[in-house]
């Protein structure tokens, strides 16, 4: 709900910097796996007991993530950046809930397991959307320019970096927060199914 609008306050600093890495030499893709390896490390210090500690390399990993693109509009666009970007982070998405299930199994396994589902569900939803889109030939850059077609809902990336910056805050709220979001999450599924049906049908 609120990509839209962050894009158009961090598009310009971010492509400035992919300008610059780009002449450095630097590629979207070192970028990306850069990003990942900040974000798995984010989980390592959340399972260790650092959640707030966690909270440097998770920004880190989420600028990172999108100065990849950046980079990539700054110099080669290629279909595998994006696919090896979207796989980056489903890996972030579901480590940051996995870390918390084992930071304290007994309060966090349950409530992560449901944002687990939730994120699948949503997933699935996002990226069968973004097949049949591309089979049709739609295009969006409502989310900025995107390898693939980003089909907006109530929940995206930016309610989701601020869902983790909250559990990582409040560490001990983790199984009412996550509840809550895996609520919301399985809403935004929901909208998409619908909205699919509408478009697709």
């Not at 077609?149 to 909250?166: D, N, P, R, V």
């Amino acid at each position: 709900m609120l990509d839209a609008t962050a894009r158009k306050l961090i598009d310009p600093p971010l492509n400035r910097l992919g300008h610059a890495l780009a002449r450095r030499g630097v590629t979207a893709n070192a970028v990306t796996l850069g990003g990942l390896a900040l974000g798995l490390a984010a989980a390592v210090m959340v399972a260790l007991g650092a959640p707030g500690l966690a909270l440097v390399p998770l920004l880190l990993s989420r600028l990172a993530d999108g100065l990849d693109g950046a980079v990539a509009r700054a110099t080669t666009r290629t279909d595998f950046g994006g696919y090896l970007d979207i796989v980056a982070d489903f890996l972030f998405y579901g480590a940051v809930p996995f870390a918390f299930a084992v930071l304290d199994p007994a309060a966090n396994a349950l409530p992560a397991a449901f944002l687990l589902l939730c994120f699948y569900v949503n997933g699935t939803s996002f990226l069968g959307f973004a097949t049949l889109a591309a089979k049709r030939g739609l295009e969006t850059t409502a989310q900025g320019q995107k390898s693939l077609y980003y089909s907006a809902g109530l929940l995206e990336g930016t309610e989701t970096i601020l869902f983790f910056i909250a559990l990582c805050l409040l560490p001990g709220w983790f199984a009412p927060l996550a509840w809550g979001f895996g609520a919301l999450t399985l809403f935004t599924a929901l909208a998409r199914v619908l909205n699919a049906r509408h478009i697709f049908h």
